[in-house]
């Protein structure tokens, strides 16, 4: 945590991606862990093994089975463009694992242009969840021009309900605001694009 602290000392205010751009991790075992309220259950942030040029992913281990394999949670696809997935949590109950990603994973709200950081949710397959159905959480606009809010603070991990309903996540207010953040919490039983759903 010195290290992280000290290596953004300096670079706020700024953007998402200049924040980014300080922190310097060179061998990334695992970092940022969150763990569910029995204990079964560890997300953390850690090094890809697919061999591209992403740095961090999301990893999932089930404490409770000796030697059970870490799951990916934030895989790179063939459909999105590369990046780094960081700062996870687990809700308490350890069923939704929400993270900050560069990766468009949700097209259909997403114009994946420039330097973007959003949030996304995972429901985990022991909660009958399915592996890369992820929602897109933070989201800007309204009805059908819904789209992703490309805004998130990527060194801040977000807050998670204990049920996993609820996400909190801290976010830039744009090049009029320059280095002014704020918290928007978001509903995630409520449809994007209706009132009501974030905060």
Not at 107 to 124: A, K
Not at 147 to 173: C, K, L, Q
Request: with cysteine; hydrophobic share 35%.
């Amino acid at each position: 945590l010195g290290t992280v602290s000290q290596a953004f000392a300096g670079s706020r205010p700024g953007s998402a991606s200049a924040k980014m751009a300080g922190l310097v991790e060179p061998s990334v075992v695992g970092s940022h862990p969150s763990v569910s309220d029995d204990g079964r259950w560890i997300v953390y942030e850690g090094e890809p093994t697919d061999g591209s040029e992403r740095t961090r992913t999301i990893w999932l281990r089930d404490a409770s089975q000796f030697g059970a394999p870490e799951v990916e949670l934030s895989p790179l696809r063939d459909d999105v463009v590369i990046g780094d997935s960081v700062r996870p949590t687990i809700s308490g109950d350890g069923c939704v694992v929400a993270f900050v990603t560069e990766m468009a994973y949700d097209l259909f709200r997403d114009d994946d242009t420039g330097s973007r950081w959003d949030v996304y949710r995972q429901q985990l397959p022991a909660c009958g969840g399915t592996l890369g159905d992820l929602e897109l959480v933070s989201v800007s606009g309204s009805g059908f021009d819904v789209a992703a809010a490309d805004n998130v603070v990527p060194t801040d991990r977000p807050a998670v309900s204990g049920d996993g309903t609820m996400v909190a996540y801290t976010h830039e207010f744009g090049p009029s605001a320059a280095g002014v953040t704020g918290v928007t919490v978001v509903d995630l039983t409520v449809a994007a694009g209706d009132s009501g759903r974030a905060r």
